[in-house]
């Protein structure tokens, strides 16, 4: 057989790593762009944890392990205690989601041990706070969550994410 010349060439581990890390990444960005949004529709909130057990907030902090960690449907936020010299600062935005998936619940986490799923209610999301007790070893730890309104989700715009 006469050669054309293309030479094949011998698929080795690392190329065959690099194929598959240039697949994930297509496939992440395809995702990203079609996933579909948390819940039903309605009004959308930025969620903050305002404080932990009096404390406030941050995305990043100092401290050993995080404060608490939340989840809304599938996006999870990890949030840590904010540094001292901080504390008089608004608490940041921890997730995005509409009033839908905030009625199912947000699971709110200090360990494995210590966690608890908060149903909002509409009173809930109409005062723009909600207090949430997670159960402790030896006593509840307090989280303040905080929901400020940003725009309504309408059903045609489930699967535009916007990332």
């Known amino acids: 057989m006469r050669s054309l010349g293309v030479r094949a060439r011998r698929l080795t581990p690392l190329r065959a790593l690099w194929i598959l890390v240039l697949a994930i990444g297509v496939a992440a960005l395809d995702g990203c762009a079609t996933a ?57 935005v921890a997730l995005e989601a509409d009033a839908e998936a905030l009625k199912q619940g947000i699971l709110v986490e200090r360990s494995w041990n210590e966690a608890t799923v908060h149903e909002v209610t509409e009173d809930e999301l109409a005062a723009g706070a909600a207090v949430v007790y997670v159960p402790g070893r030896v006593k509840p730890t307090t989280v303040e969550l905080r929901f400020d309104p940003i725009s309504r989700l309408s059903r045609s715009d489930r699967g535009r994410s916007g990332h």
């Open 36 to 92: 579909t949004a948390v819940g039903q529709g309605g009004q959308v909130y930025q969620v903050r944890v305002a404080t932990v057990d009096g404390m406030a907030t941050a995305l990043r902090g100092p401290a050993g392990r995080p404060a608490c960690i939340i989840q809304v449907a599938n996006r999870v936020a990890t949030v840590w205690l904010a540094q001292p010299s901080r504390q008089d600062q608004p608490s940041p």
